[in-house]
């Protein structure tokens, strides 16, 4: 009797020990986790801290067109929900180290130009213009730092109304002007960073239709850019060729005169429909190996003689996206 009672304490022991130890094993992996994820991104923020321009002394020699940028693919829908393509904030994504943001716009049921996945039934982030207020709030406390931005028009809006959001949000001010001497069609003509701080104009904004000169600060993307195909499901990003603008393929003269964006960002199918590919997206966004950014840069850098100005990520924390950029401006030595 007693030592069955004994038996049956020992085993209740043993059982809560397992339990308890297995407790502390799943809370440390999933520190271990968490730390893998967000440490590299604080070390960002520190580094990151304000010195020469965009992070680097020796940017602000470098022209705007010769500098690569990890893009934020979606930048705005930031969540868990398969319509998300982020897990951190416009200002996370900034503190961290990202200076070319794309949004999608939409213009939802009442009337607002928003930020919305594919259609405001889906999945709306919330105006357009505050999305700017918030950009033009981190430009105002960030004074060495160029951004990138490049909206959609997915609803065919004109672009005088995109000039009143941009008036209106404050952020209009720092909008980069081409001038006279700026030829869309020559890479060379485009200042340096240093040039785009001085003059207080960084931020460059593109729209990918629908822009025209009555509005000179909201440059048309196509006319400077060039870009991959999107909504890609093969893992792999098997090529590097010109999607769009269409028939800038036939003209490779012409088109290695612009900057070019690639696409790096992974969907795949749920319910005939194509989804982000959260689950791989460690691997999409590694710097070197099979499918990752190194390897796709690898190739385009052999068939178009220079780095991509910009990679649009999901996701962007998961990898090393950030090494992949300082590698392709020369701050890292040989990771690709
Ligand atoms: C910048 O110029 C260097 C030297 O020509 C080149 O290797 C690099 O690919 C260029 N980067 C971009 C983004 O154009
Ligand atoms: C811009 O550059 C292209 C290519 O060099 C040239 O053909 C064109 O005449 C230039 N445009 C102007 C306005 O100088
Ligand atoms: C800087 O501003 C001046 C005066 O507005 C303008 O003439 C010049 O072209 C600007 N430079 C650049 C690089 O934008
Ligand atoms: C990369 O892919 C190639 C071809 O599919 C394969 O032979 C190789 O083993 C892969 N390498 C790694 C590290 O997975």
């Known amino acids: 009797m007693r030592i069955q009672k004994t038996e049956v304490r020992l085993k209740i022991i043993f059982n809560y020990t397992i339990l308890f130890l297995a407790c502390i094993i799943i809370s440390v992996i999933t520190t271990i986790n968490l730390m893998e994820e967000i440490a590299p991104m604080l070390n960002r923020i520190h580094t990151q801290a304000q010195v020469g321009c ?11 067109s010769n500098i690569t940028q990890i893009a934020t693919h979606d930048s705005a829908f930031v969540g868990i929900l398969p319509t998300d393509d982020q897990d951190v904030d416009v200002v996370a994504q900034l ?108 931020l460059v904004a593109f729209l990918d239709y629908g822009a025209l000169d009555t509005v000179p600060y909201i440059l048309p993307e196509f006319l400077y850019f060039w870009e991959t ?3 890609m499901t093969d893992p792999s990003f098997p090529q590097c060729i010109i999607d769009r603008p269409g028939g800038l393929a036939e003209d490779p003269a012409l088109a290695y005169q612009r900057m070019y964006i690639i696409n790096h960002y992974l969907d795949t199918e749920m319910l005939g429909m194509d989804i982000p590919d959260r689950r791989d997206a460690r691997k999409t966004n590694a710097a070197t190996g099979n499918d990752s950014i190194g390897a796709q840069v690898s190739l385009c850098q052999k068939e178009h003689g220079r780095a991509p100005k910009g990679i649009l990520l999901d996701y962007f924390e998961k990898g090393n996206v950030l090494e992949v950029q300082d590698a392709l401006n020369g701050f890292w030595n040989s990771i690709l």
């Open 229 to 231: 195909p999107f909504d």
């Open 95 to 202: 503190d961290a180290g990202v200076r070319f943001l794309q949004a999608q716009t939409h213009r939802n049921v009442f009337g607002t130009l928003s930020l919305c996945h594919t259609s405001c039934y889906l999945k709306d982030a919330g105006s357009v213009e505050s999305y700017l207020q918030v950009v033009k709030g981190w430009l105002d406390t960030h004074p060495n730092e160029v951004l990138t931005l490049l909206l959609t028009n997915g609803d065919n809006v004109r672009v005088s109304e995109f000039d009143h959001i941009f008036t209106a949000s404050g952020i209009q001010p720092y909008a980069y002007i081409p001038g006279p001497s700026h030829n869309a069609s020559v890479l060379d003509s485009w200042p340096t960073l240093g040039e785009l701080i001085g003059n207080g104009t960084r």
């Open 54 to 64: 965009n992070g680097h002394v020796e940017l602000c020699d470098r022209r705007y």
